[in-house]
């Protein structure tokens, strides 16, 4: 029997990494992924012989989409068992603020990007039992964040993608999730700068909470599907509370956290 295999975007930094060294140390095939082909090379070299594949990846390109998962495939004993579309990139600021080629690419690549992974990715989860997507969407999924209008309404559309796919291929026995972190110590936070929120919320996630949550949807097996999963108690309390308030609350207290 072949080794359970992880497809993972975004692999060369961050909670991608974070994520490849968790499940290889589990002894799973990583497959890493990444613009930055240094990046994932320098990570294979550190993971143990035989275990990863590190090839440079765009997710913004259906083609290299096709040829990176048919390579994988053969390469991990013909199993995808997950699918992880991590990649992602932010720009803070008001709207205005911000380039619309920017903003462009934001979306090309947080939304565009999960899609392309999805659609390519289909025919080789069906041929694994039991095979999973993971997107990363973030708390900003929860309600629209001012400063980071564009990137949380990316997030908005990758929640939006998972809950519709987790339905449409249950009859292919795969079951589609994403994962809500707040602020996680990587680099992408450099890129929000000063910003209120991340005074407000502060920064209490390391990549590996997130990529122990990772961990834990691929092998959560309840009987209730348990689509969003929320990462740290931080988060789970805003969760849990943003369904149940009113929306003039909601907006109130988002309005205090991001622009204080
Ligand atoms: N850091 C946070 O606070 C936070 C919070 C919630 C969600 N997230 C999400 O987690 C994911 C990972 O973020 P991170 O914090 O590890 O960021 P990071 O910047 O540390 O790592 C992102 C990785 O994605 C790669 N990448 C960028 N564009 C790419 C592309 N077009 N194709 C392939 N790879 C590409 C980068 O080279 C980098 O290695 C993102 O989707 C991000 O939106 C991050």
């Not at 060294?21 to 012989?49: C, K, N, S």
């Not at 289909?122 to 400063?147: D, E, F, H």
Request: with cysteine.
């Amino acid at each position: 029997m072949s080794r359970p295999s992880i497809f993972i975007t975004g692999a060369a930094a961050g909670i991608g990494r974070a994520t490849a060294e968790r499940f290889a140390r589990e002894g799973w095939f990583v497959g890493l992924f990444d613009v930055d082909l240094a990046g994932v090379q320098a990570l294979a070299a550190q993971l143990p012989a035989g275990q990863s594949c590190a090839t440079r990846l765009d997710v913004t390109d259906p083609a290299a989409w096709d040829a990176a998962l048919k390579a994988f495939f053969e390469t991990s004993g013909n199993r995808l068992d997950i699918l992880f579309n991590n990649a992602g990139i932010l720009a803070s600021g008001d709207l205005e603020q911000i380039s619309l080629a920017m903003q462009h690419k934001i979306v090309d690549v947080n939304i565009k990007g999960v899609m392309n992974g999805c659609h390519a990715a289909l025919p080789y989860l069906k041929q694994t039992p039991s095979a999973r997507v993971i997107n990363m969407a973030s708390a900003s999924a929860m309600y629209g964040q001012p400063g980071l209008a564009t990137y949380s309404a990316t997030k908005f559309a990758v929640r939006a993608l998972t809950e519709a796919l987790d339905i449409e291929w249950e009859k292919h026995g795969i079951r589609v999730s994403d994962i809500w972190p707040l602020f996680v110590q990587t680099a992408m936070i450099k890129d929000v700068g000063d910003s209120p929120s991340l005074k407000s919320m502060g920064v209490n996630l390391t990549p590996q909470n997130v990529a122990d949550t990772v961990w834990k949807v691929a092998h959560h097996r309840g009987l209730f599907r348990r689509v969003h999963w929320p990462v740290g108690l931080q988060t789970w309390f805003i969760y849990r509370t943003t369904g149940l308030i009113p929306d003039w609350l909601a907006r109130w207290i988002n309005k205090r956290i991001a622009t204080n």
